[in-house]
Each structure stands twice: as C-alpha cells, then as structure tokens.
C-alpha cells in the first residue's frame, strides 16, 4: 500500500514560481518512477512530467524548460518546481506511481496562476 500526499499549490501571478511536494508513504516508493499530472477544469487529466527510479525524466512540451521534476528518496519525495508561470498552468496537479501493477494518486493540490 502506498499513499501519496500532495502539497505546495497557491494562487500566484503570472511569472512566479511554485514548488510541489509529493511525499509517499513506503520504501518501494524510490524504486518507482512518479508522475505529476494535472487537471484543469472542463479538460482531461494530462502527464506534465515524470521521473523515473534512476533520475531520467521526460516533460510535456507545454512546460518543457520551465518545470524541473525532482526525487529526494532518502525523504520518498518527488518535487516539481514550476518557474514561469502561465494562465494556462492553472490546474489541480496530482502525482501518481504504480506500484506492483497498482496505481496510486494522491488527492491533488489547486495550482492558480491569476493576476
């Protein structure tokens, strides 16, 4: 059983930046890659990054070169700053792993970009 808690979403202006935490419950949670996704209102949840178990990540074009995912396992947290901040990024972001075939959300945590 894993669980994932999300946090560090706000409201900011356009430009600024944030940085997401999601910490998991378990060990088998550093040999799992993880995935930030989010959800805006009226759209289909979509994958912004994700990071594999040894560091290899892979981003969404839309926030390619402004958000850097990030893994501490020593802490079994997954970070993902988010620089540059657009009207667009306004979303519930979620992070997710599967675990033994299981997959795993956390309950998401509101980002508002909103001058």
């Known amino acids: 059983q894993v669980q994932l808690v999300e946090s560090g979403g706000g409201l900011v202006q356009p430009g600024e930046s944030l940085r997401l935490s999601c910490a998991a419950s378990?060990?088998?949670?550093?040999?799992?890659?993880v995935g930030w996704y989010r959800q805006a209102p009226g759209k289909q949840r979509e994958l912004v990054a994700r990071?594999?178990?040894?560091?290899?990540?892979n981003y969404s074009d839309s926030v390619k070169g402004r958000f850097t995912i990030s893994r501490d396992n020593a802490k079994n947290t997954v970070y993902l700053q988010m620089n540059s901040l657009k009207f667009e990024d306004t979303a519930v972001y979620y992070c997710?792993?599967?675990?033994?075939?299981?997959?795993?959300w956390g309950q998401g945590t509101q980002v508002t970009v909103s001058s």
């Open positions: 378990g060990s088998i949670f550093s040999s799992a890659a």
């Open positions: 990071i594999t178990r040894r560091g290899d990540t």
């Open positions: 997710n792993t599967v675990v033994w075939e299981v997959d795993y």
